[in-house]
């Protein structure tokens, strides 16, 4: 039997955004384009394949069957393809947005920016900030290479990797009058404390591990960014709560220290996510590289 091979990328783009919107736009196609292909693979494969529900489109059982050997025939094609398309980072002329949380902006952008001047200087970087909400970044069906910050419940059309694992410390002012190198549980809980509000999984892990040890803060302060911490812990008798990543950064200046958490706080991972239309995109697998070298050599 013969197959139309243009069909099959409709299939897999229609199973990994769910939403003929989204697969006609990432296809470059009218929906009503998509709609006559969709009809045609109905017919091929016999079976409907989709069923349209409330928010977008939920594939069938014969459809979950079918989906890993026609998503791995595709792979394999673009592959073959795709090979023959060498990427060469000294001669790339390109825009490429990222999304990173505030955290990663500021312990990882530096760096990635400082590497890509190095080996890709005709690449320039456009970020978009990331809190919480995927769709907002552009990730799930948009131009945005990659999410960077720490994800969970993401879509099936995103693939996540584990790039990075952070712990937790604090920060006070170089003469504090009461902390000198270590900081006790009884001092913890008396300090005023300083508290940044984004990113919101990172929120959310921090006063967890606090739960979870029964240590209390006062919390006086709360700033939406980790640039502001210098500020106000240089000027007060505050105690900030921070990565690890962070710390390293802020003791380079001669008005703050760094002191261990009274009691250990645990780590938390740090993720890197983009849509599958990427997999084997040469560009990409070298961006992609290239930040999770940066992340580990941090």
């Known amino acids: 039997m013969r197959y139309d091979l243009n069909l099959l990328p409709i299939f897999v783009a229609l199973m990994e955004e769910r939403s003929v919107t989204r697969a006609a ?35 069938t059982a014969k459809a979950e069957q079918l989906a890993p050997a026609l998503t791995q025939a595709l792979a394999a094609m673009d592959t073959v393809v795709l090979g023959q398309r060498a990427f060469d980072p000294s001669r790339a002329d390109q825009v490429i947005t990222i999304a990173p949380n505030s955290y990663v902006e500021f312990v990882l952008v530096p760096a990635l920016v400082a590497r890509l001047g190095a080996l ?3 690449i320039q970087l456009r970020l978009l900030p990331f809190g919480t909400d995927l769709a907002e970044t552009g990730v799930t069906s948009g131009p945005t290479a990659m999410v960077l910050g720490r994800l969970s419940d993401t879509p099936d059309n995103l693939v996540v990797q584990h ?35 984004p990113p919101g999984r990172l929120r959310a892990g921090l006063f967890q591990a606090l739960d979870r040890q029964g240590l209390k803060r006062e919390v006086v302060v709360s700033v939406t960014h980790f640039a502001t911490i210098s500020e106000i812990v240089a000027a007060t008798d505050y105690c900030a709560t921070l990565p690890k990543l962070i710390c390293r950064r802020l003791a380079h200046d001669p008005r703050l220290k760094v002191v261990p958490a009274p009691v250990d706080l645990g780590t938390f991972p740090l993720h890197m996510a983009w849509h599958v239309r990427y997999r084997q995109d040469p560009a990409h697998i070298w961006l992609r590289t290239l930040v999770a070298d940066v992340a580990s050599s941090l």
């Open 25 to 59: 736009d990432r296809l470059g196609m009218t929906q009503a384009a998509l709609s006559n292909a969709l009809s045609r693979l109905r017919i091929v494969l016999q079976d409907p394949l989709f069923i349209r529900e409330r928010y977008g489109m939920r594939p």
């Open 163 to 197: 790039i990075a694992d952070d712990g937790l410390a604090c920060v006070v002012r170089a003469d504090h009058p009461t902390i000198d190198s270590r900081i006790t549980k009884t001092q913890y809980e008396r300090l005023k404390h300083v508290n940044v509000l």
């Open 120 to 122: 890709a200087p005709g």
